[in-house]
């Protein structure tokens, strides 16, 4: 349709992500080079990722345009007590469910204890080999 524009999204430098945030990120790992989350579980894994704790949503800020929102999100995003050591899997996986608000782990039954996760999902009517039909 002429006349209508879509957004561009922004790029990683304008969400934050340019040359300061690599420099603090690699500062970040060399005082924390160990996955927080493995290291809860007893294991010993390099991280690679510095993540926010609670997510500044920089981009969004930007987009709605309100000053004060965008603020908050620069301090949120440079506020380094924010900020944790991950290695690629717990990031992409276990942070990510958690962000989602699924919960993690399983109950007695061996049932995740996330209401959303597929094995809690009623199963659909009328299809045979499907919740034991």
């Known amino acids: ?9 922004l790029t990683s430098a304008a ?9 603090a990120r690699a500062a970040h790992l060399v005082l924390f080079p160990l996955c927080v989350f493995c290291q809860q579980a ?7 990722i510095v993540d926010h704790i609670k997510p500044p949503k920089l981009g969004d800020a930007k987009l709605s345009g309100e000053p004060e929102r965008i603020a908050d999100a620069w301090r949120l995003f440079w506020d380094r007590s924010n900020w944790q050591s991950l290695c690629k899997t717990c990031h992409d996986s276990t942070k990510q469910r958690m962000e989602k608000g699924g919960r993690l782990g399983c109950a007695e039954t061996g049932l995740p204890l996330d209401p959303r996760h597929h094995w809690n999902r009623p199963a659909p009517a009328g299809k045979p080999g499907v919740g034991g039909g």
Do not use: D, F, N, T
Request: aromatic share 16%; hydrophobic share 30%.
């Open 1 to 9: 349709m002429r006349g209508v524009s879509k957004a561009k999204p």
């Open 15 to 23: 969400k934050g992500y340019g040359y300061r945030w690599q420099k």
């Open 42 to 48: 007893g294991r010993y894994v390099p991280a690679v």
